[in-house]
């Protein structure tokens, strides 16, 4: 059974920093390239962040790159994205994924990743 839940996601004002997790379980995960999507009301889901399977190469959508950073812990099991100076365009549902094929480094769009978690709220409003 693959899972993946994330947390972390919260109410901030713009300017302000969180940092989102996603705990993964029921795969070799440190085989696996992961990912971070988001999804705002009434578009269409977005990369935003891709690591590598060893964490040593990674990859940022424009909107995102010099604010947000992704890193993973492969003992943990776990995959991070801190996200900094955020914005009202930064409010979305903020999704973590694996990679579908353990092979590609860094899958940047939805069909390249297999499993998702159920998303955590990141609302930027003053």
């Known amino acids: 059974e693959v899972q993946l839940v994330e947390s972390g996601g919260g109410l901030v004002q713009p300017g302000g920093s969180l940092r989102l997790s996603c705990a993964a379980s029921?795969?070799?995960?440190?085989?696996?390239?992961m990912g971070w999507f988001r999804q705002a009301p009434g578009k269409e889901r977005e990369f935003v962040a891709a690591i590598s399977w060893a964490g040593g190469i990674t990859h940022y959508a424009d909107s995102v790159k010099g604010r947000f950073t992704i890193s993973r812990d492969n003992a943990k099991n776990t995959v991070y994205l801190q996200v900094n100076s955020l914005k009202p365009e930064d409010t979305a549902v903020y999704y973590c994924a694996t990679a579908r094929n353990s092979e590609v480094i860094l899958p940047t769009h939805n069909h390249e990743y297999d499993y998702w978690g159920q998303g955590t709220q990141v609302t930027v409003s003053s």
């Open positions: 029921g795969f070799t995960f440190s085989s696996y390239a």
